[in-house]
């Protein structure tokens, strides 16, 4: 039933900044939402993720006052600010959404059953 699509990826140097963005063909109000980020050689790994309200948030401890997650419902988007990236925040960043409105503290991949293409964030000098 949706359809999301991520912008914003590129080539940044470390402790740079980016935000990425996330917008759904249909309406995101009902849906938790959250960040995944993939490496080479490496499973796709849980960045952060916000409840369909906004009201909760979780975040992986590894990106953990560095990201902030963010959601409009109004206009359907999510967004992922990214602040001094360090080069292993590289990976191919995905944004989901479960078919509830929850967002776990685990951030298990299992409930996320939309997924948008990816985009690519680099980091380095």
């Known amino acids: 039933q949706l359809q999301l699509v991520e912008s914003g990826g590129g080539l940044v140097q470390p402790g740079g900044s980016l935000r990425l963005s996330c917008a759904s063909s249909?309406?995101?109000?009902?849906?938790?939402v959250g960040w995944f980020r993939q490496s080479p050689g490496k499973e796709r790994e849980p960045v952060a993720c916000?409840?369909?309200?906004?009201?909760?948030?979780n975040y992986a401890d590894s990106v953990k006052g560095r990201f902030t997650i963010s959601r409009d419902n109004a206009k359907n988007m999510m967004y992922l600010q990214m602040n001094n990236l360090k080069p292993e925040d590289t990976g191919v960043y995905y944004c989901?959404?479960?078919?509830?409105?929850?967002?776990?503290?685990?951030?298990?991949?299992?409930?996320?059953?939309?997924w948008g293409q990816g985009t690519l964030v680099t980091v380095s000098s």
């Open positions: 249909g309406t995101l109000h009902e849906h938790g």
């Open positions: 916000i409840s369909s309200s906004g009201a909760s948030t």
């Open positions: 989901a959404a479960e078919r509830l409105g929850g967002c776990s503290r685990r951030m298990s991949i299992q409930p996320f059953t939309y």
